[in-house]
Nanobody
Framework: VQLQAYGGGLVQAGGSLRLSCAAS????????VGWFRQSLEKGREFVVA????????YYPDSVKGRFTISRDNAKSTVYLQMDSLKPEDTAVYYC????????????????WGQGTQVTVSS
């Protein structure tokens, strides 16, 4: 599975962005997908994950109510809608896939896309 994340950019605090994670490979629909972000201050941290069929999601408190993950397996794409963005959301965002389970554990993910920069100005 190959992943490519895109859609990052510069936005003011309170604004919105939608990230996309496009996948190649026929088995993508069998994989859970997670988004992670990395900044100098916090290192790489979990953002959200979704099961292979979109039936379950997992949000940490830091983004709950502001971020929404969804997927369209017909398009082999996972989306991350980010609303009410804050300066502390500034980071490089990565998508990743794992064939096992819905998890926040970075080491459980087998495939990673390149990152896309999100910058939120105050």
């Amino acid at each position: 599975v190959q992943l490519q994340a895109y859609g990052g950019g510069l936005v003011q605090a309170g604004g919105s962005l939608r990230l996309s994670c496009a996948a190649s490979g026929r088995t993508f629909r069998h994989y859970a997908v997670g988004w992670f972000r990395q900044s100098l201050e916090k290192g790489r941290e979990f953002v959200v994950a979704i099961t292979w069929n979109g039936g379950r999601t997992y949000y940490p408190d830091s983004v709950k109510g502001r971020f929404t993950i969804s997927r369209d397996n017909a398009k082999s794409t996972v989306y991350l809608q980010m609303d009410s963005l804050k300066p502390e959301d500034t980071a490089v965002y990565y998508c990743a896939a794992n064939a096992r389970r819905l998890t926040s554990a970075l080491g459980s993910y087998d495939y990673w896309g390149q990152g896309t920069q999100v910058t939120v100005s105050s």
